[in-house]
Each structure stands twice: as structure tokens, then as C-alpha cells.
């Protein structure tokens, strides 16, 4: 496998079941992304986890509980969602650097994305 | 807050002619993205503009960055079908030393007939 992989690239849950995404990169990033996509908004950060550290939570509903075991993988459990939620939900990973002029190195380099529908 | 605007967001267009996306946003930022999102798939980076009067061009794709206008800009040449997409900008924050999570514009949907 290369690049960032997610599995399921499909999901429907009830609103009372509980599940996780799960995204895998095998760049050798250390910065690890959550992204929701949705067909009546823009692509929305939800959120950074640089080093295993979590260092943004976008104002996401606590339904939302990420996991980031190691560098290379990164998890959403998602419990009591609402059909709301439904969305494409897109894992992301970058190098981050401090210095300057490795800056255009950091693109975010995307996973294919967990397509969930909320009955 | 950081926003971003795109426009036009739907545009059909002819094969063999020349176009340009526009994007504006509101504060300062240290980079901009360019990305493509074919229907069903993710997104694919084009390109990542650092400085001020940045060109970088990619086969017909030009993409350019004016930070004091805060504009970047993404011109089509002599368009042909398999540029079919729909074209997202995004911009990062202030130079934190880590990770920035991205600012998306809605995109831009992009039909090219032929």
C-alpha cells in the first residue's frame, strides 16, 4: 500500500450504533488530518494531530472522538450521529517543518475517503 | 475567522478555450493550496504557493498568488474535456511550526464539452 489508505470507503449506521474509521498513511508524515465533506457546506477541518499530539479540535460535537495510536494511523469513533452527519469524511497527512524553506514540502497528501450515511 | 472565496463555483466551458478561477481570502496566510476533486474520488494536489508573485504551471494549468491582494488565481489554457473537475483552493494559517489544518474554498465545479 502507498500514500494514505481508509477503510470502509463505505459506511451506514443507525443513530445509535457505534464505529470507527480508520486512516493509515505510508508517507512517513508525522501530521495526521480529519476532514468533513459535505454536500451544503465546504470541505471542514475537524481535526490536527501533529506528532500524535491532537493540537486542533475544530469545535467538533463530541460524538466525534478521534484516536491517534502512532504516527501512521488515526482513527474517528463516531457514536449517536445524526443523519446530519452524513458526509464524505477525508483523512489528510503532511511533514510539518519549522524551517521556512521546507514549507512547500508540507502539502497534505489525502486519503480516498469513508462515505457515511446516517439512517 | 479565515475565509475563502472562490468563483465562479460552476463553470462550463468549451474545449480549446482559456478560463480563469478566481480565489480571495481574508487573512493573512503563509500558503496556498491548489487541489482537484474528480466525482467520487479525493483530492489530488496541484499545486502549493509560497510567496508573493508565485507562478507555477503544470501542462494547461497556471496557477498564481498576489498576497498583498490575497488573490490566487488558477487559469485554464485551451481546455480540453479530461479537465473535468472540480477545483478546490485552500489556504493554511500563520506560520506555527507545525501542522495547519486547511481553509477550503467551496470549489469550483468545471465542465469542459467538447
Known amino acids: 500500500e502507498t500514500g494514505v489508505t481508509q477503510t470502509p470507503r463505505h459506511l451506514v449506521m443507525g443513530m445509535t450504533n457505534k464505529k470507527s474509521l480508520k486512516c493509515e498513511q505510508h508517507l512517513g508524515h508525522n501530521a495526521m488530518y480529519w476532514y468533513k465533506q459535505s454536500a451544503k457546506k465546504p470541505l471542514e477541518l475537524m481535526f490536527v494531530y501533529n506528532f500524535k499530539e491532537q493540537t486542533e479540535n475544530n469545535s467538533v460535537p463530541s460524538r466525534f472522538s478521534p484516536e491517534c495510536p502512532n504516527s501512521s494511523h488515526l482513527f474517528l469513533h463516531l457514536h449517536t450521529l445524526q443523519p446530519e452527519d452524513s458526509a464524505l469524511y477525508l483523512c489528510a497527512s503532511s511533514q510539518p517543518s519549522r524551517d521556512r524553506a521546507w514549507r512547500a514540502q508540507e502539502t497534505q497528501y489525502f486519503g480516498p475517503g469513508t462515505r457515511l450515511l446516517v439512517l | 475567522e479565515l475565509k475563502v472565496e472562490q468563483n465562479p463555483l460552476f463553470l462550463s466551458m468549451q474545449e480549446g478555450k482559456n478560463y480563469t478561477i478566481y480565489c480571495n481570502y481574508s487573512t493573512t496566510s503563509d500558503r496556498l493550496y491548489w487541489y482537484r476533486q474528480d466525482p467520487g474520488k479525493s483530492l489530488e494536489s496541484l499545486f502549493v504557493?509560497?510567496?508573493?508573485?508565485a507562478v507555477k504551471q503544470e501542462g494547461r494549468l497556471m496557477a498564481s498568488l498576489d498576497t498583498k491582494a490575497r488573490l490566487s488565481t488558477l487559469h485554464i489554457t485551451a481546455a480540453v474535456h479530461d479537465l473535468s473537475a472540480t477545483y478546490f483552493c485552500?489556504?493554511?494559517?500563520?506560520?506555527?511550526?507545525?501542522?495547519?489544518?486547511?481553509?477550503f474554498g467551496k470549489g469550483t465545479h468545471l465542465i469542459i464539452q467538447p
Open positions: 485552500a489556504v493554511d494559517g500563520p506560520l506555527r511550526g507545525g501542522a495547519d489544518g486547511l481553509t
Open positions: 504557493l509560497l510567496s508573493n508573485g
